[in-house]
């Protein structure tokens, strides 16, 4: 590699470094004070940053929301890999990712589901400001392929109903189970009714129904 190459590439890494640590200090003024209230200085001033170099990195706060929330996505994309590449049936497998989606509500991984879902609903009003919204669908199918992946494998190693569209019907479940987990952790500073049930017990039951529903008989 030339000199002027490696310069170049060791610039790039540099700034990939830069925007990486912004991001990740981004996630938790997110976390804290939500998307709406948060202003650009205060990541700044959280990264003890000036704010034009801020604005250098992502010169509007929404390529930042979008920029986090891919980050968070891609840590679902990474733990779905590590599931897909383990030498187990696809039964446990689905186990695994259950199991995933009900430690998304214990205390130390609350912010960032309720992160997750904060965005989606942020999206939905905000679309058409959200110019890089399109990395964000790209690391969905990311996982949603990852997923199929595990599917596919249960359709023939036999842990899974064959008298079910087996895609079809895993797909739904893994999308609703997720879905209620991150709608849980919107509740998780409301005081619950004396008879209400635990999110988390709430979770195990749901994942007991689904895990026999789809057991090969």
């Not at 939500?34 to 990195?57: P, V």
């Not at 930042?64 to 590590?82: G, H, K, M, P, S």
């Not at 599917?151 to 879905?179: C, H, M, P, Q, W």
Request: with cysteine.
């Amino acid at each position: 590699m030339d000199p002027q190459s490696r310069w170049e590439q060791e610039r790039q890494e540099g700034k990939n470094k830069r925007m990486k640590i912004i991001v990740e200090a981004a996630e938790q003024v997110f976390s804290i004070q939500g998307f709406e209230k948060t202003k650009m200085q205060d990541i700044a001033d959280e990264l003890n940053l000036g704010i034009a170099t801020l604005f250098r990195y992502f010169p509007k706060k929404d390529k930042l929301i979008v920029a986090v929330a891919v980050n968070v996505l891609e840590r679902y994309y990474r733990f779905f890999t590590d599931v897909a590449a383990k030498d187990v049936t696809c039964y446990e497998k689905m186990e695994m990712l259950f199991n995933h989606f009900i430690a998304d509500l214990e205390p130390e991984n609350l912010a960032c589901t309720k992160l997750l879902e904060a965005f989606e609903s942020y999206a939905s009003t905000s679309l058409d400001e959200l110019g890089d919204y399109q990395q964000y669908i790209l690391i969905r199918k990311k996982v949603a392929d990852i997923l199929t992946e595990i599917i596919e494998e249960g359709i023939l190693d036999g842990s899974i109903r064959t008298d079910i569209s087996a895609k079809d019907v895993l797909l739904s479940i893994i999308n609703a189970f997720g879905l209620f987990s991150r709608k849980l952790s919107l509740f998780e500073r409301i005081p619950f009714f004396e008879d209400e049930l635990d999110p988390n017990v709430q979770m195990i039951i749901i994942k007991g129904i689904f895990m026999e529903y789809i057991k090969a008989k």
